[in-house]
């Protein structure tokens, strides 16, 4: 036998798509009519207007009494309800959702069932019961005949045939109207066989590789089924970890260890639903070779066009030894567009351990032996009738054409605009210059009083996990909460240091996306503080601190980071000694008297510049920036130094210090190194929470002031000598920080993993959400910030543990102490932070001297 490998064209994808799960999920018609009636069946029915036909989800017949009900419901036996709404998709589908209905006939019938069952067959001869991770088969329903629920299928399932069966006492009445949601199936894969998964010990805890949602028949080989391999999540790098809560270590794979495989290889075999074209396979792997587990060496596949013997001549694709990364990933087998309705792929070892979480096939068509069923009449998942080909094209012709007619308008707009906006920049300098000067009333940044008085629309596309019972409907995750109806004293915000409200007048909760600098969209492409009861006389007399730099006195060092009408840049100022001698604290002053002495030696400072092309709301809210920069004076506070405003681009600049941010700073330190710190452990740690008691320095002076910061992190705090810290804003701007933040809509971005839950659920910035971002900063400086906040979670997964802080039901996970923090430090300091009444949280002055007290 020759094996024709194929060891050039193998491809590894690092970054695969999304999780099917949460892209497919799309209604299937009963609601649309996709559906026909001759589709959807039931055991019983109470009378001709509740049958099956009528089961439908939303939808009212003039027929019919507006859903499908029964006979008196038939007693339970061992293997559950007997009553069943069954729906026929005609092909195979991916279903990642379901909801229902009970019947209410305008207010004539009140009839819905509190709970029902699933089952599902892929060849309307074998049924299998659905159950959730953990083995749970029942489903919560409705609770009155009105609310449609919806409720997640977790793990999703692949079938054609579905049934619905409510669950009840068997005298009582019930109705039921259905929908489901989620995709053709197009892989057209029915079941797989392989070994079953093992057990490995690490480190004395026991690792399960099996296949818990497996539908087929199980023992030491699983048979006819389905599973974890194709519910569309793939396992994480490190197989300790999971997508799902509450699960055991390796449940996002099935593995395998070469002690059991003789022949050096695991064998599977892939069953489709008919004669197909294939062109790859891919199959997600984990290669933490770290732990003895690496990707297989080699993939052999075989392939099979009927009953008969597998074909004598495989496909054969081996891969190189991979010894830098250890990420988990995709590997693209290429299957030479063989033709076959089964393929058998052997996958040899490549260390002692080989696990999987996904595989997946590409087919090119399908073959001459097409047995699926015909298509139903409109149903949008099938093919368009040809003979709309034309329409369709000439539609798509007349839309493009009115698109390039609506981008030219665009266009030539923008033009007239900047020619009036340059006609007139002379008179806008003078007008906001006299603004600037005075200005005495509080404001906040980015038009905070636009949102406290609009309602808004903008929601997560998730906020909830898939398997909550409390998740009501796909595509709006807050589309109603009682719970946020509670009241102002119960949530713990103080009025008298509320910022501008995020929620419009009825109440709704959104997300107050203008107060928030998006990434690519901040006026300066960084935060800014925002201000909600400012001391008055901070605001009013002369501006003394901006003084007005010579630009050519400013050398370009490198580019910190960008936004759409500003940039952040590092450079050496020439001449800024009296400046900084005069206006600085003491600690500044030292520390520029050792750069020789020279009013001629350059510091680096960081300058912010507004682009000549920004608009007037943009330029003005730059100015405003400078003016509450020069009224800040505190040691732990960054300092604005000088501005360039006479011309453009306009600029700012403010003190940088010698040792950059604080998060890069610990980063590159290990709490064993010997440098300036003591030698010993307990120094460093007395080292590590100096720096965190000036940070709560610095936030104590801003919360004196009523500044709410709204992002504080070790990237927005700078190191100078003698570990010096002081706080920044200009962090968001940092291409390196871009994964810190998580964009909402494509419109604002969020630092998630620092934001306490009312930030994230109600858009309530205050400075008790500062004191939830201060506990996580800590956190970050004691861990010397080795890695990201939540860093096993996706940033879904932190939005959904936020809606767990919210529910206060002790689901909320909280971030682990850090191995140098000290009990006390974490139990009453850092779990004080992140209480969920923000009443209940300590203030910074409280932080300030509970941490001073922890280091004597």
């Known amino acids: 036998m020759h094996n ?19 892209v497919c999920r799309y209604p299937l018609g009963m609601t649309g009519g996709q559906i026909l009636d001759e589709d959807i069946s039931a055991s019983s029915q109470w009378s001709e207007s509740t049958a099956a036909r009528y089961g439908r989800l939303d939808f ?56 029902y069952r699933i089952k599902y067959s892929r060849d309307g001869s074998r049924w299998v019961a659905w159950h959730d991770r953990k083995g749970r088969q029942v489903i919560e329903g409705n609770m009155n005949a009105y609310d449609v629920v919806l409720k997640d299928l977790e793990p999703p399932i692949i079938a054609r045939f579905v049934r619905f069966m409510p669950i009840t006492d068997h005298s009582m009445i019930v109705c039921m109207r259905v929908e489901l949601y989620g995709c053709e199936w197009l892989d057209g894969l029915v079941s797989y066989s392989a070994p079953a998964g093992q057990e490995m010990t690490y480190r004395g805890l026991d690792v399960h590789l099996n296949d818990s949602v497996y539908d087929g028949s199980m023992g030491l080989h699983m048979e006819e089924g389905l599973g974890q391999l194709t519910d569309g999540t793939w396992g994480l790098d490190d197989f300790l970890h999971s997508h799902v809560y509450g699960v055991w270590p390796g449940y996002d794979y099935v593995g395998w260890t070469n002690e059991s495989f003789p022949k050096g290889y695991v064998e599977m075999t892939f069953e489709f639903d008919r004669v197909r074209n294939f062109t790859s396979m891919k199959v997600h792997c984990n290669n933490m070779f770290s732990r003895g587990v690496r990707m297989f060496r080699q993939a052999s596949c075989y392939f099979r066009t009927s009953e008969l013997d597998w074909e004598s001549q495989p496909v054969s694709l081996r891969l190189p030894v991979d010894q830098v990364s250890q990420s988990a990933r995709f590997i693209t087998v290429p299957l030479g567009d063989r033709m076959a309705s089964a393929i058998k792929c052997r996958f040899a070892f490549n260390e002692a351990w080989m696990m999987i979480s996904e595989v997946a096939f590409q087919s090119a068509g399908t073959a001459v032996y097409n047995t699926s069923p015909t298509p139903r009449k409109h149903d949008p998942i099938h093919k368009v009738d040809e003979s709309n080909t034309r329409i369709l094209i000439g539609c798509l012709v007349a839309i493009i054409v009115i698109l390039l007619a609506i981008i030219v308008i665009i266009l030539w707009r923008q033009v007239w605009q900047k020619m009036l906006e340059k006609a007139s920049r002379r008179m806008l300098d003078d007008e906001l210059s006299a603004r600037l000067a005075i200005q ?34 796909p595509s709006r995750l807050i589309r109603k909460l009682p719970e946020f109806a509670q009241s102002t004293e119960e949530l713990g915000t103080s009025s008298s240091s509320r910022p501008p409200q995020a929620c419009g007048s009825d109440g709704a909760p959104h997300y107050a996306e203008a107060d928030i600098v998006s990434l690519q969209e901040g006026t300066t492409g960084s935060n800014t503080y925002s201000i909600t009861a400012v001391n008055m006389s901070l605001l009013s007399g002369k501006d003394t601190a901006m003084r007005e730099f010579p630009r050519d006195k400013l050398t370009f060092k490198e580019k910190l980071g960008e936004g759409q009408f500003g940039e952040v840049h590092l450079c050496e100022a020439e001449g800024m000694q009296d ?27 960081a300058v912010k510049t507004l682009r000549e092309d920004a608009n007037k709301n943009a330029r003005n809210d730059f100015l405003k920036e400078i003016r509450i920069m020069s009224r800040l004076r505190d040691p732990n506070i960054v300092s604005l130094l000088a501005v360039c405003v006479e011309s453009d681009p306009l600029c700012m600049i403010t003190e940088y210090m010698e040792n950059g941010d604080l998060n890069q700073f610990l980063s590159s330190h290990q709490l064993d190194e010997v440098e300036e710190i003591q030698s010993s452990d307990k120094a460093t740690v007395s080292n590590l929470m100096s720096m965190a008691t000036q940070v709560a320095s610095g936030m104590k002076y801003l919360s004196s002031l009523n500044f709410v910061h709204r992002d504080l992190a070790t990237r927005n705090c700078l190191v100078g000598k003698n570990y010096t810290i002081k706080i920044a804003d200009f962090g968001m701007s940092r291409n390196l920080y871009r994964g810190d933040y998580y964009r909402i809509q494509g419109r604002a971005v969020l630092p998630i993993r620092w934001m306490s839950w009312e930030s994230i659920l109600l858009g ?23 890695e990201q906040p939540y860093s096993q979670f996706s940033d879904e997964q932190v939005i959904e543990n936020t809606g767990e802080f919210f529910r206060d039901q002790g689901k909320q996970v909280y971030l682990p102490r850090p191995a140098c923090c000290p009990d006390a430090v974490y139990s009453s300091l850092m779990l004080g932070c992140w209480r969920r009444n923000a009443k209940q949280r300590p203030t910074f ?9 922890s280091q004597e």
């Open 764 to 786: 309530k910035f205050t400075m008790a959400s500062d004191v939830w971002a201060f506990g996580v900063t800590l956190w970050e400086i004691l861990t010397l910030c080795e």
């Open 440 to 473: 005495t009333q509080a404001f906040s940044f980015h038009h905070s009083s636009q949102s406290s008085g609009e309602g808004s629309n903008s929601t997560y596309e998730r906020i909830f996990p898939l398997c909550s019972s409390d998740y009501q409907e």
């Open 845 to 853: 002055q409280e932080i300030y001297s509970q941490l001073g007290e």
């Open 60 to 115: 009212d017949d003039g027929d019919g009494d507006g859903a499908w009900c029964p006979n008196i419901m038939a007693e339970t036996d061992a293997g559950g309800p007997k009553d069943f709404l069954q729906v026929d998709l005609r092909s195979l589908h991916f279903i990642t959702l379901v909801g229902t209905q009970g019947r209410h006939a305008d207010g004539m019938g009140n009839e819905f069932a509190q709970r």
């Open 579 to 605: 400046i900084v001698e005069k206006d600085l604290s003491e600690e500044v002053n030292d520390r520029s008297n050792e750069v020789e002495g020279s009013d001629d030696t350059p510091i680096l400072v």
């Open 4 to 22: 024709k490998l194929t060891t050039s064209t193998y491809n590894i994808d690092s970054v695969p798509v999304p999780p099917v799960y949460s």
